[in-house]
């Protein structure tokens, strides 16, 4: 089992930054792939970005390009998601996610975390 907590949600004005992490308690974390994923109210969890398990490799959806940034401390078992530049439209509970490939699909996670809420105002 793999226990996934992640924390720093919070109210932001658009424009503004966040970092969210993901602490993590169980079997060894090193091992994981990292996902973020998201969902809006009335919307499908979609997915954000990925992060190997070395932290050599990451990947994003295209909406977040260029202003979220994924990494790891596999010293602290913690993976992050910092996020710049940020729209209402990101505004959703974001998720951590731990599985073994590398896969966008949430289908393919095995463990989550609780959800933390983002919320972008204009």
């Known amino acids: 089992q793999v226990q996934l907590v992640e924390s720093g949600g919070e109210l932001v004005q658009a424009g503004g930054s966040l970092r969210l992490s993901c602490a993590t308690s169980?079997?060894?974390?090193?091992?994981?792939?990292m996902g973020w994923f998201r969902q809006a109210p009335g919307k499908e969890r979609e997915f954000v970005g990925l992060?190997?398990?070395?932290?050599?490799?990451?990947v994003y959806t295209d909406s977040v390009k260029g202003r979220f940034t994924i990494s790891r401390d596999n010293a602290k078992n913690t993976v992050y998601l910092q996020m710049n530049s940020l729209k209402p439209e990101d505004t959703a509970v974001y998720y951590c996610?731990?599985?073994?490939?590398?896969?966008?699909?949430?289908?393919?996670?095995?463990?989550w975390g609780q959800g933390t809420q983002v919320t972008v105002s204009s």
């Open positions: 996610a731990a599985g073994r490939y590398w896969r966008f699909s949430s289908a393919a996670y095995d463990y």
């Open positions: 169980g079997r060894t974390f090193s091992n994981y792939v």
């Open positions: 992060i190997s398990a070395s932290g050599s490799n990451t």
